[in-house]
């Protein structure tokens, strides 16, 4: 085989048994959906896309090797469109994570998943765009997961919560949706597997939910002032465009046209950085928020709520 084909068969050699097929099973026990996921450890934790199991307790999981076992949903994070489920069996062979962060545009990844109910189904196609931003919502409030990897491997219905693979084995990211209509014009988007999506899935794992803390801004990236640019050797932060009534962001004086830089010391640089800040040890607690306000550098303190 040429070097491409022994990637991609070596990939999926080791990804299809730790893919799964995700049957959701309603009330009456009758199908009411299904999708893919992929499992973490040998004692039965798996992952998938929460709007796969959106609304649902449990379910059924098929493996490539033709084993079923009933599972249950652990805990879903739809901000963040990760969910976790545990089956019912132990000894499984679980993947390898490795981080977004290190891909580039380009690269090769490979899909494997369970699209249009044909288990243990492999794509393979490059990585086409990274730093993209998908809007989600739990029903009241609405977030953007930052740093979204586009990929042109080949997606269908049924691949949301499947793994996407580099050339290593890693999982990279969690498939999550199909971009464009009809379905199928060579444009996905995936969920990075990274620090911030690690987090995420240990606090479901082990409390079922995340807590997340907020402060009540809307915001886009700005240049900063050429002056505060040059003394802070950095070009960017958010600016504040609109201060939500009540939060704690008001209670802290921030007003429209500020620009935030950093919260404790941890350099913001763009909407991502400042949701990834928002954690749930910083609910009432209270953090300096250093910001440019008409050109100076000012630090205020904030104390964020509890995001719900």
Not at 98 to 115: C, E, F, I, K, T
Not at 149 to 172: C, F, M, R, W, Y
Not at 202 to 228: A, K
Request: aromatic letters at 2%; proline letters at 5%.
């Amino acid at each position: 085989m040429d070097s491409y084909s022994e990637v991609v068969t070596g990939v999926a050699k080791a990804l299809t048994p730790c893919v799964i097929h995700v049957e959701l099973k309603g009330h009456d026990r009758r199908r009411s959906g299904s999708g893919s996921g992929f499992i973490i450890a040998s004692d039965g934790f798996a992952v998938t896309s929460a709007h796969v199991v959106r609304g649902q307790e449990g379910g059924n999981a098929g493996l490539a090797d033709g084993s079923e076992y009933d599972f249950e949903v652990v805990g879903s994070d739809p901000l963040a469109d990760l969910a976790v489920l545990r089956l019912q069996a132990s000894g499984l062979s679980p993947v390898e994570l490795g981080d977004a962060n290190d891909l580039v545009v380009g690269q090769l990844v490979v899909a494997v998943g369970s699209p249009l109910g044909f288990a243990g189904t492999v794509t393979a196609g490059v990585v086409s765009a990274l730093g993209r931003a998908l809007p989600t919502s739990d029903g009241q409030v609405s977030r953007l997961v930052e740093n979204v990897i586009q990929t042109d491997a080949a997606l269908h219905p049924g691949n949301s919560g499947g793994a996407l693979v580099n050339a290593e084995a890693k999982v990279v990211g969690v498939n999550t949706a199909v971009v464009g209509a009809p379905i199928g014009q060579g444009l996905g988007l995936a969920v990075p597997i990274n620090p911030t999506t690690r987090s995420i899935i240990s606090s479901l794992i082990s409390d079922g939910v995340v807590r997340r803390s907020y402060l009540g801004i809307v915001g886009g990236v700005r240049p900063l002032p050429p002056r505060v640019s040059a003394q802070l050797d950095r070009t960017e932060g958010v600016e504040v465009s609109e201060v939500v009534p009540g939060s704690p962001a008001e209670a802290a004086g921030l007003k429209p046209e500020d620009i935030v830089i950093s919260i404790d010391g941890e350099a913001v640089f763009g909407v991502g950085d400042l949701q990834a800040a928002m954690t749930g040890q910083r609910i009432r607690a209270l953090v300096d928020l250093e910001i440019v306000r008409n050109g100076e550098l000012e630090t205020i303190s904030a104390m964020p709520a509890e995001l719900s």
